[in-house]
């Protein structure tokens, strides 16, 4: 499992989602790398978040490029528009057998459309997406997009269920283990990556809410035995 | 709002979804009408379902023109592949002004595929397709995608959320209603009618849960206020 032997790189890191799962990370003890296409902005936020999460984190931020160099352990919080483009600039930097968790959603406002839609991605998903553009044996993960970036950046437990897609059993298990270091959060294994793309669909449906309720909406599954959350 | 005076009919009614509405309703007071294309199938249903909602429970069965015939109140509760036809064939007998709740999920088993997968609905989602197949003034509400048939069958409340979405804010407004009769319901207004595609995507992810995680899965939305639910 992750420990602080291995960090965990925040690609796109300076971003709410990014900086609330690195708070979070950070609280448990795991080592976090900020990425940014800035340094000193990667750097910045770092010392932000260091200055939450208490002295003894170990927060650090890099430029993505040198923090895909420096771990093999890779989380994806950029909008949908700066998917591709990242995963394509940082294929020679990703190291062989990594894992990526990707957070993306292909929400219409990525097009100037709405947050309460989504895109048609043609490889079903946008977790999908980047599993063809990463390099060869590196395993991408979907989790993490149905969080509310403004609650991990608080003090409070979540009120949420983190669904975890991937066609590779250790890097989904790794994540699910991840999850759980958030308090609140339970973990469960939501099948093969094609399965993102119902994740991602949630987080539109979310979006919606929370402008219909003035919210901060997550989802719980019900109904499945303890055993589910393992 | 919903009461005895208008009954609510339940096409497809003899199917387990349709069943386990049609039990929580007649138990809660409301009239029922099983529709089915058999009569006599329609009242053996509604005679199992009265047996086990008690003897005060109003519950016939009819054949599904007749049923709509009856009242102004219907439930569809078929699988995708009998959706269309259905709808069809009942256009002629459907009164004007009627409302139709939709919980139809176009799974890819309906043409051989995997329950846990979806097909691409034309129009965006099975409940788009239905509001297209309607007679003209028809209100068409998606709600009821996402619980348990083998629970709602059963006589515990459920631990579930209802998530209604609808053009037709009265309508919308009376499903809310009709969702909060079931005990462990709590209904949320979803927005428009075209939000339903990811209602039904749920379900697929649902049933996917349940194969692999050997339960009877459902939804709570978290993080929004108490007024979210009224």
Redesign the interface.
């Known amino acids: 499992m992750s420990d602080a032997s291995r960090p965990i790189a925040i690609l796109g890191g300076t971003g709410p989602a990014g900086m609330g799962v690195a708070l979070r990370w950070a609280r448990a003890g795991e080592t976090i790398i900020i990425g940014s296409r800035d340094t000193l902005r990667a750097q910045e936020t770092a010392g932000k978040i260091k200055q939450k999460a208490g002295n003894q984190a170990s927060v650090s931020g890099m430029e993505n490029s040198a923090a895909c160099a420096a771990t093999d352990l890779l989380v994806l919080t950029v909008p949908f528009e700066g998917q591709a483009p990242l995963l394509k600039q940082l294929k020679p930097a990703i190291r062989p057998g990594s894992i990526l968790i990707d957070a993306t959603v292909a929400l219409a406002a990525s097009v100037g459309g709405r947050a309460?839609r989504t895109l048609g991605v043609w490889q079903g998903s946008s977790a999908q997406q980047a599993a063809e553009l990463v390099p060869k044996g590196v395993s991408v993960v979907a989790a993490f997009h149905n969080l509310?970036a403004e609650?991990l950046n608080g003090d409070n437990p979540l009120?949420?269920d983190v669904?975890v897609c991937s066609d590779d059993a250790n890097a989904a298990q790794l994540t699910r283990a991840l999850a759980a270091k958030i308090p609140g959060i339970r973990a469960?294994?939501?099948?093969k990556l094609e399965?993102a793309?119902?994740?991602e669909?949630?987080t539109?449906?979310?979006v919606?809410?929370?402008i219909?309720?003035?919210?901060?909406?997550?989802?719980?599954?019900?109904?499945?035995?303890p055993?589910?959350y393992k």
Chains 1, 2 share one sequence.
């Open positions: 309460s509310s609650l009120d949420c669904i469960i294994d939501g099948g399965n793309r119902i994740l669909q949630i539109a449906l979310l919606g809410l929370n219909r309720h003035k919210g901060h909406g997550g989802i719980r599954i019900t109904g499945l035995p055993e589910a």
